[in-house]
């Protein structure tokens, strides 16, 4: 069982950057591929950025490549995300995502656990 809790959303004007941190409690030793989700009202959840135990292996969804950068700490089963350049589109509700897999997977289907979700606006 795994607990995922994000944090470090908020509001910021365009331009701007805000950077996500998301934490994975876990009592058992763990190898485990963590991603970026959001979600808009209406819409489907959608992948950001993924990243692998090892950090070798990243993952950028097209409006996130050139922009936001993935990264991780497994001293502290820490994941990263930071968003550079925010535009208006990338308002939504941020989640944090984990998965046995060794590889990132774009598929809500494939991972876990889920956090709740931080909120990130950005106003034009």
């Known amino acids: 069982q795994v607990q995922v809790v994000e944090s470090g959303g908020g509001l910021v004007q365009a331009g701007e950057s805000l950077r996500l941190s998301c934490a994975a409690y876990?009592?058992?030793?763990?190898?485990?591929?963590m991603s970026w989700f959001r979600q808009v009202p209406g819409k489907e959840r959608e992948f950001v950025s993924g990243?692998?135990?090892?950090?070798?292996?990243?993952s950028y969804s097209d409006s996130a490549k050139g922009r936001f950068t993935v990264s991780r700490d497994n001293d502290k089963n820490n994941v990263y995300l930071q968003m550079d350049h925010l535009k208006s589109e990338d308002t939504a509700v941020y989640y944090c995502a984990v998965t046995q897999f060794g590889t990132v997977s774009w598929q809500t289907t494939d991972y876990d656990w889920w956090g709740q979700g931080t909120q990130v606006t950005v106003s034009s």
């Open positions: 990243i692998s135990w090892s950090g070798i292996n990243t």
């Open positions: 876990t009592r058992t030793t763990s190898t485990h591929t």
